[in-house]
């Protein structure tokens, strides 16, 4: 699908043409006249009061008069122009989509994408499936990225003191800096960077170290990824990082270990362990997974078995693991004291040990290095070393933000040079950032935004660089395991932003400071293989070497003695609150803020949205006597931050959860002032878990958007699932566990769609692996991006009205023995308080347009604005929709969507209830809009996006897929427009032929967004009539089952039954999941074969 | 008796907009100045000019282009190199600034009309543009409205012709019979779906 790489970087003015908005590409007249006029406004116009009013009457009158006379022609459309090129471009075909390999650089890491690139502006990003062992997943950060390229509050100018200057000036300062370098050998210069793993940048920096070798290096990363390389490194006394093959694993331990959510690559995390969890007939084998928690994961969530311990504990866990299992493989380990849950340890521990070279303990980013040290220990003698863990060569990294602050405020650094980050808003509270920065005489910075760290850097001698995004200039990174990828552009800086790359070679004093150039040069390959590497997106390769490595026993006796006496220590603390510091879901560690896709997507886990919450347990609730969306305030030492809050099933007692990267005061449009700032509790000493923290119940409430209030299934079987001894007696137990059926009756009016899907070339369907999702998230905001869903703000969020044509349902399963009341639906305001929700199972799922061959939203539109087509879709037709939305009524499925008010082109900040302005009563800076029309009429009245948000915003949607207006439905259409695009494509192939129809066997089905960015392959779309498709097998499985199927509306979208593996051995052991266990109690036992069990009822019914 | 004129003058404009405010009434013949004074006729009718010379992208994508200046200068740096008429065409392709050429058939945004799998599966220029062949300044021949789409869409054995008759406006059939026959046959043949679900161009 690919086209081949341009020959060189496109000039501006050469070749393509990069535009900076629609109005510039079709030279609309506004635009033009923008650019032609000669004067700015108000400039050249009458400024005599009387008069002008007087005209201006006269002029509105007379525009009103001829307006209604020419009713008549005016009914014709304006005219617009056509523009083509002047010189055609070879190998351009306008309307058609290109696609170019790039890749979006992670901390240590990078996410190989393939861009799609319509008419010069990129519009959507996929995983690029060509990447040896990628699947085409990614992450929802990638998936999101193309909204922060055009986000209109991104760094737009360059600042001197905070006033604009030209680039020019910039790069004479640049230069300055450089010949001062020179002259000093760079002493007072130092450097603040973000981790990443781009070779030009390391090239970069040794050319400048080499320059100047005074200059100092630093390296700062709030959240701290790369403790698993430190730790690796002092585990084996080697420079090495350990590389987790989560998919050659068969029992998994992981302490405190987010390895799916929020570790480095969660993606292909996501991509290895879920090939364990694959199950296709009762004989397969699934892997296990242990975890020890303290929040609630997705790791946790898809667990087997999880402990919730408090943040002080887990240390003690590893090291009663580690005794257990260093001892039992004949090592010597000394004896700890008898911890938490032994039964549970000593059995997890000879599950791990019956599976020597094929387990893995892993220990979570959060955990100090000596806990990974144990870890480490423990897969060397469990024999995984090299199996299910190998360890790649890996260059130490420089110093931190600590050792900056210290130099800062000896007074050492002339010039602070800070390329991207964010330190004012997220540096560890007790360094004073702020002030110290300030004792730099002059600070150089390349941001993103014009964010906190902005803010306090507007001295004089202080200057702001806008920073380019991946997807505006060259750039290289290395993915996790070494393979170098291409950071391609698709367009040209939006707004002349710079690299890092850029900066540090003017720094240097380079010649060539094209980041272009740069890369080039770092690529030393020839032509060839240059051209072969951007077609490909990776170099064939260039992967780390694996290295040997032995345990350093020292260290490992170190790291032991170190968490024993921190452990003795901890036992003399008095029973204080624990505080863990996380990375968000969704805005990371808060450079995602302004991204309103992410900031909308729920939490996986929580399920809110546009807020971070205070999250506790049950428990500790109750005895601090909350409940959800009070006020509280944090106290740690003498630092205070307050927030609402949230009590979250399966939370450790004992402990707070507080989520970094909210409480953005200087952010943008959408992310200033969402949620707190948990950085201001965070310091050097207690980075990811803080110890003796009080807690204060303020006065009042804050509400909190929650997307998901039922937090139980009360026994219905939306969600089946087994364990795998259930699975392997009866296969068939998703169809064993459904409600009771009405009589079957012979419908009087017979469904038009049993005779229409004759004439269908294809029969479109879905299958969801319920086994495999782990409820990330990614595809919520891959369709959100492919359909030109618009946000709708947190209140509206609150009303219901959230806008994604995708949610990931997660429901928690109690045990019904611990005062369960199963009868009575519940929503989380009285759940919060139940006892079953302490130790509850997880499950999630991904619901959307179920396209129910027998639909109930169809009979009931009045206008047939949805329909079936012969294919198996149900179609929405916007432009036929008159909002009664009787459809979303009848929808069991909740999953239609309506746009309440012009979620597109309101600003955000209009989008509060409960009284919505319209354009007659909209107020701008106080002032009503009409007022100021009268002033002056060229003021627009409209109450709509300003015209520089909405011309980058509308750069950003699908073109393939229209734009909803105010009063239509919507909802997922499974990606129609690739569907009749692919389709297209074959009968343009086919000709005067017959050959029409898509066929999986030769790659022409197209794939849904969702599907293809889908890190664990748990959604397959493809055609049902065609026997031999992914999509056919996996619903002939037996765990095959279409949610609600006792109301006969016959998705087109089913679910394959999910399958627990838990270890009869353990002492959390359940025979049966705890939601079947739910189901029994309302529904009767669905193993039972006497009498009239649901399963004898047949599985195929002829409800018409 | 008021009452009653009433409801025949609402009922008297109701039905006038009704019928005139359609596609057949406020676009046919719709023909605006061009800044340039090509002629459909004397390219493609006179000299015999193919459609897809120019408009190069209609087999490939759902748009079909309007040619670049540079593809007017082909011929043009040799003939009639310096005639005042083609001041504007010499210029844009000397600078690249385009030409603004006025657009005439244009489909409501939430229409996804496809070019190219019409003009490969059959389907002729002519039944949605009229004789441009015979046209000096273009002008809107049909009306374009979702009427008028479903009516071939409805009948496709009616509008089918050969492929290599595509960009041949002047081609009739023999007869209606043979267009029938032939229509049927490549119905099968072809398989071409009589699409008539919304999914077919509304998304």
Not at chain 1, 48 to 75: E, N, Q, T, W, Y
Not at chain 2, 92 to 107: M, N, R
């Amino acid at each position: 699908m690919k086209t081949p790489p341009p020959t060189s970087r496109p000039e501006q003015d050469t070749g393509r043409r990069y535009w900076r908005s629609l109005d510039e590409v079709t030279e609309a007249p506004e635009f033009r006249q923008w650019l032609e006029r000669e004067f700015p406004r108000g400039a050249s116009e009458w400024t005599d009061p009387v008069s002008r009013r007087h005209f201006v009457k006269i002029m509105s009158a007379s525009f009103l008069l001829a307006g209604m006379g020419l009713a008549g022609s005016g009914c014709r459309r304006p005219v617009e122009h056509l523009e083509p090129f002047g010189k055609q471009p070879e190998n351009y075909v306008y309307g058609t989509s290109q696609y170019y390999a790039t890749a979006m650089a992670t901390r240590g890491g990078a996410v190989p994408l393939l861009a799609r690139s319509y008419e010069g502006r990129p519009v959507k990003l996929e995983g690029n499936a060509l990447f040896p062992g990628g699947n085409g997943g990614t992450d929802r950060w990638a998936q999101a990225a193309i909204l922060n390229l055009y986000d209109p509050d991104r760094a737009r100018r360059f600042i001197r003191g905070g006033n604009n200057a030209t680039p020019d000036a910039a790069f004479d300062r640049l230069r300055e800096l450089s010949k001062r370098a020179e002259a000093t050998g760079g002493e007072g210069l130092s450097f603040l960077l973000e981790r990443n793993t781009s070779p030009s940048r390391m090239r970069m920096q040794k050319l400048i170290a080499g320059k100047f070798p005074k200059a100092r290096w630093y390296v700062y990363e709030p959240v701290d990824l790369d403790v698993h390389r430190r730790a690796a490194s002092t585990a084996f006394g080697a420079s090495v990082k350990p590389i987790f093959k989560y998919d050659a694993a068969k029992v998994i331990l992981s302490l405190d270990g987010d390895f799916i959510g929020s570790e480095e690559d969660a993606h292909d995390n996501i991509r290895r362990f879920t090939q364990g969890r694959r199950v296709e007939k009762p004989s397969d084998s699934l892997n296990r997974l242990y975890a020890v928690e303290t929040l609630m994961s997705l790791t946790g969530m898809a667990a087997d078995h999880r402990m919730r311990v408090a943040p002080s504990v887990i240390p003690r866990v590893a090291l009663a693991f580690a005794s257990e299992i260093l001892k039992q493989a004949g090592l010597d380990a000394p004896e700890v004291p008898a911890g938490v849950n032994p039964k549970w340890i000593s059995e997890c521990a000879k599950d791990l040990l019956a599976h020597p070279g094929e387990s893995l303990v892993v220990a979570g980013y959060r955990q100090p290095p000596a806990v990974h040290v144990l870890a480490q220990a423990m897969n060397a003698a469990l024999g995984n070393i090299g199996k299910t863990v190998v360890f790649l060569d890996a260059a130490a990294i420089e110093g931190g933000i600590s050792d900056l602050a210290k130099s800062l405020n000896a007074g050492e650094v002339e010039t602070l040079v800070i390329l991207g980050g964010n330190p004012v808003y997220n540096a560890p509270a007790d360094l004073d950032w702020t002030r110290a920065q300030g004792r730099a005489k002059s600070v150089v910075r390349l941001g993103y935004y014009e964010d906190e760290t902005f803010e306090a850097a507007r001295r004089d001698a202080d200057w702001h660089l806008p920073a380019a995004h991946f997807l505006e200039s060259w750039g290289d990174a290395l993915t996790s395991e070494g393979v170098l990828v291409p950071i391609q552009p698709l367009i040209a800086p939006l707004f002349g932003g710079l690299t890092e790359i850029e900066v540090l070679a003017r720094i240097a004093g380079e010649d060539v400071v094209r980041p272009y150039e740069i890369v080039r040069q770092t690529f030393a390959g020839g032509e060839d293989a240059w051209r072969k590497f951007l077609y490909e997106g990776f170099a064939e390769g260039t992967a780390a070497k694996v290295v040997n490595v032995d345990v350093d026993p020292n260290a490992v006796k170190s790291a032991w003695s170190l968490l024993q006496s921190e452990q003795a220590a901890m036992a003399s603390m008095s029973n204080n609150l624990e505080i863990v510091f996380h990375r968000d879901h969704a805005v990371d560690d808060g450079r995602y803020s302004n991204n309103g896709w992410l900031q909308e997507m729920a939490d996986p886990i929580t399920k809110l949205t546009w807020d971070n919450a205070v999250i506790l347990s049950r428990k500790t609730a109750r005895q601090l006597g909350l409940k959800n969306f009070d006020l509280v305030e944090i106290k740690l030492g003498d630092r205070t931050v307050s927030g609402p809050v949230w009590i979250q099933p399966g939370f450790a007692d004992d402990s707070l959860g507080l989520a970094l990267g909210y409480g953005r005061e200087k952010s943008g449009r959408v992310g200033s002032g969402v949620g707190f700032n948990a950085y201001r509790l965070r310091t050097t000493v207690a980075e990811n878990f803080a110890a003796g923290a009080t807690l204060r119940r303020l006065d009042g409430t804050f509400e909190l958007a929650c997307i998901q209030n039922h937090w139980s299934m009360e026994g219905r079987p939306i969600i089946r699932e087994a364990n795998l001894d259930q699975f392997r007696q009866h296969p068939d137990f998703a169809h064993r566990e459904k409600l009771e059926e009405p009589p079957v009756v012979t419908s009087m009016y017979p469904n038009p769609f049993d005779t229409a899907k004759e004439k269908g070339l294809h029969q479109w369907g879905m299958s969801v692996d319920l086994n495999t999702c782990i409820g990330c998230g990614t595809c919520v905001i891959a369709c959100q991006s492919e359909n030109n869903i618009p946000i709708v703000g947190k209140d509206q969020v609150r009303r219901g009205r959230a806008m994604q044509w995708m949610r990931v349902d997660r429901y928690y399963a109690g045990d019904p023995t611990q005062g369960r009341l199963p009868d009575v639906l519940k929503t989380d305001s009285d759940q919060q308080f139940e006892e079953w929700i302490d130790d509850p199972q997880s499950v999630v799922q991904p619901m959307f347009c179920q396209h129910c061959e027998a639909a109930p939203c169809e009979n009931v539109c009045p206008v047939n604005a949805t329909t079936h087509d012969n294919e198996g879709l149900n179609l929405m037709v916007y432009n036929r929709c008159v909002g009664t939305r009787y459809c979303s009524n009848n929808c069991p499925y909740k999953v239609r969507r309506f746009n309440f008010l012009d979620f597109n082109k309101r600003p955000l900040k209009d989008l509060k209830g409960p009284f919505y302005t319209t354009p007659l009563t909209h107020e701008t800076d106080g002032e009503w809009d009409l007022l100021r029309w009268w002033k002056d009429p060229t003021e627009p009245t409209t109450g709509m996006r300003a015209d520089d948000e909405w011309d980058l915003l509308k750069m950003s949607k699908n073109p393939d897929v229209s734009v909803r207006m105010r009063g239509v439905m919507e909802k997922c259409t499974l990606c129609l427009q690739r569907i009749e695009q692919a389709k297209i494509a074959q009968k343009v192939k086919a000709g005067p032929s017959g050959d029409v129809r898509l066929k999986e066997s030769e790659g022409t089905v197209p794939k849904t967004a969702c599907q293809q960015a889908c890190p664990a392959g748990a959604l397959v779309f493809g055609d049902i009539s065609d026997p031999g498709s992914r999509v056919s097998k996996l619903k002939a499985q037996d765990r095959n089952y279409s949610v609600l199927d006792n109301l006969f509306t016959r998705p087109r979208t089913t679910y394959l039954a999910r399958v627990r593996n838990p270890n009869p051995a353990m002492p959390d052991y359940h025979e049966v999941p705890l939601s079947l266990e739910e189901f029994e109690h309302k529904e009767g036992n669905p193993f039972e074969e006497s009498g009239e069990s649901p399963a004898t009822a047949g599985k195929e019914h002829t409800h018409g | 008796m008021i009452i009653a004129g009433l409801f025949l003058v609402g009922g008297a404009v109701t039905a006038g907009v009704w019928y005139y405010f359609t596609p057949k009434y406020t676009r046919v013949g719709y023909q605006p100045i061009q800044p340039v004074t090509f002629s459909h006729a004397t390219h493609a009718g006179q000299l015999g000019i193919d459609c897809r010379y120019c408009h190069t992208g209609v087999e490939k994508s759902w748009f079909s282009n309007i040619p670049a200046s540079s593809t007017c200068m082909n011929c043009h740096n040799q003939v009639l190199k310096d005639d005042p008429r083609l001041e504007l065409v010499r210029e844009s392709a000397q600078s690249g600034k385009p030409i603004p050429w006025v657009q005439i058939h244009k489909l409501p945004d939430f229409v996804y009309f496809n070019h190219s799998v019409h003009v490969n599966r059959g389907v002729s220029c002519v039944e949605c543009h009229g004789r441009i062949d015979q046209m000096d300044e273009v002008y809107h021949a049909q009306p374009l409205s979702m009427s008028f789409c479903l009516e071939c869409h409805r009948h496709p054995e009616l509008k089918l012709r050969p492929e290599d008759k595509i960009t041949d406006l002047a081609w009739r059939p023999a007869s209606a019979a043979q267009q029938l026959e032939f229509g049927r046959r490549a119905m099968v043949e072809w398989k071409v779906e009589s699409l008539q679900t919304c999914s077919a161009c509304h998304r």
